[in-house]
Each structure stands twice: as structure tokens, then as C-alpha cells.
């Protein structure tokens, strides 16, 4: 019912900052709670950001608070990720994923239904 396909990762300088685009297809996008993941080489999937189905209430972990900024715009079915301040730490690959309709923010993968491809962000020292 949802299909999601992440744009925006780079190669960038420690310090740098990077728009992820994660857009949607399906009309029940507005109902869906959406979250940022990311998994480094070697690492497992972890949590990033979370917004609900409105936009009205975000979430993010403390890794990625004060410099990440999740957002969405229901009318053109796109959730964003603004990344300032980048990190090499921050290098991973980031996935898009939405939750079932109507959920509260979640951070646990298992309650994802829907998952993107990824997209690639390398950030160099």
C-alpha cells in the first residue's frame, strides 16, 4: 500500500549537512507514522527520527538532537531529514520506513511495515 524511495545521501565534509528525501506512493500516506533509520558497516539498523501522522509531534534520538531536523509534507507525500553539523559517525546507509495507519511514534524496526532502499551518507574527516 506504501512504496518509499530515499534521495539525497552524499559524500560530504565532517561539519557539512545533507536533505534526505524519502518520497511515497499510496493514498493512506497522511495516515501513517514515519521514521528515519540508519545501519553503519557492520552495525545493526538503529533508530534515528520519528514523526507522526500529522507532522505535529517529532521525535529523535539524543545521538542526533540539535542537529537533525525530521519533517513531512502530506500534500506532496514526502517525509525530509535536514542532517547539519555531520559527523563521521554519522556515516551509514538511511532507510525510510512507515508504520501501520494511525500509530503512535515508534522507534523499534519490528513495527515498521514499510521500508525504502536506502540511501547512502558518507561523511569524511
Known amino acids: 500500500q506504501v512504496q518509499l524511495v530515499e534521495s539525497g545521501g552524499g559524500l560530504v565534509q565532517a561539519g557539512g549537512s545533507l536533505r534526505l528525501s524519502c518520497a511515497a506512493s499510496g493514498r493512506t500516506f497522511s495516515s501513517h507514522t514515519m521514521g528515519w533509520f540508519r545501519q553503519a558497516p557492520g552495525k545493526e539498523r538503529e533508530y534515528v527520527a520519528g514523526i507522526s501522522w500529522s507532522g505535529g509531534r517529532t521525535y529523535y534520538v539524543d545521538f542526533v538532537k540539535g542537529r537533525f531536523t525530521i519533517s513531512r509534507d502530506n500534500t506532496k507525500n514526502t517525509v525530509y531529514l535536514e542532517m547539519t553539523s555531520l559527523k563521521p559517525e554519522d556515516t551509514a546507509i538511511y532507510y525510510c520506513?512507515?508504520?501501520?495507519?494511525?500509530?503512535?511514534?515508534?522507534?523499534?524496526?519490528?513495527?515498521?511495515?514499510?521500508w525504502g532502499q536506502g540511501t547512502q551518507v558518507t561523511v569524511s574527516s
Open positions: 520506513a512507515a508504520t501501520i495507519q494511525w500509530s503512535t511514534i515508534v522507534t523499534a524496526a519490528t513495527n515498521y511495515r514499510y
